[in-house]
């Protein structure tokens, strides 16, 4: 197979062998952040198909993730960087119950290059958790990852429990997943939340969204 579709199939098959050599090659044609959007979420969009039609079991679903997440660590180094620093700072974590951290660790990873200082707390972090890091760190936004259908309903609770806390105001909030949709978080949750909530479809509009919020 050409490069490119090599590497494609590399997370759709979860093959590893040789994948650092590969992107090596790949490096030297495309930056790497086109290489990871347009050529391995493309692998993990064949996958989330297979496994979303039965066509693919989870241990290898398990098996393609590793793969993606050892080719962005692989290419972060080699990702540019802007000088500025100190843009403002986000608590970025995945929802309770959810344990998908591939998406966020890339919005932690594009925000960071950007002059963002990012608190990644990691996954399956309940309201509690993110609110007590969000105050300790003086965090200017709280960033929630899910890709759960159950997890938009976790986030309208964390919204309604960051309501009873009395910290809307004090917390944009910015939203992003696979299971939300631009609708659910601009009209119904925009609606129950008393500070400013924001979906991002990608880690870009995220990092659009920041620049938004800190202007
Ligand atoms: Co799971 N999984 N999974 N999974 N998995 C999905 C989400 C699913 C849609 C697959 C399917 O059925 N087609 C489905 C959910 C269905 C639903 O809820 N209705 C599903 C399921 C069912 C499950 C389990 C329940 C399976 C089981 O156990 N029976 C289980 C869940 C366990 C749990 O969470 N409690 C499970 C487990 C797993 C693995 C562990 C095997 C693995 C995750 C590994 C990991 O993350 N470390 C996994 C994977 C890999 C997937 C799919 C195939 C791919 C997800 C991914 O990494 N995409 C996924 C299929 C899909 O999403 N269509 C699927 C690439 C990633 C870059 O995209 O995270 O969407 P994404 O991030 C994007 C944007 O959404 C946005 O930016 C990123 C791109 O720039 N974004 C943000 C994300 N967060 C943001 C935050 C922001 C801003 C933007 O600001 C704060």
Do not use: C, W
Not at 3 to 32: N, S, Y
Not at 66 to 80: F, N, T
Not at 112 to 127: D, M, R, T
Request: glycine share 8%; hydrophobic share 45%; proline share 3%.
């Amino acid at each position: 197979l050409p490069l490119f579709e090599r590497l494609e199939r590399r997370i759709v098959d979860g093959e590893r062998g040789g994948l650092e050599a590969d992107l090596d090659e790949a490096m030297t044609t495309r930056p790497p952040l086109e290489i990871i959007n347009d050529t391995l979420l493309s692998g993990m969009k064949t996958v989330g198909e297979l496994f979303g039609s039965g066509q693919m079991q989870l241990p290898f679903v398990l098996q393609s993730a590793e793969v993606m997440k050892a080719a962005v660590a692989h290419l972060e180094p080699h990702m540019e960087a802007t000088d500025e620093a100190g843009k403002g700072r986000i608590v970025l974590a995945t929802v309770k119950g959810d344990v998908h951290d591939i998406g966020k660790n890339l919005v932690d990873i594009i925000l960071s290059n950007n002059g963002y200082e990012v608190v990644n707390l990691g996954i399956k972090q309940p309201i509690a958790t993110i609110l007590d890091a969000a105050l300790d760190k003086k965090a200017d936004v709280i960033g929630m990852s899910g890709l759960l259908v159950k997890s938009t309903v976790v986030m309208k609770e964390n919204l309604e429990e960051l309501n009873a806390r009395n910290v809307a105001h004090q917390f944009p909030v910015l939203l992003g997943g696979a299971a939300l949709t631009r609708a659910y978080v601009e009209n119904d949750l925009a609606e129950i939340y008393e500070g400013e909530v924001s979906y991002a479809r990608d880690a870009f509009e995220g990092l659009h969204l920041m620049d938004t919020i800190m202007a």
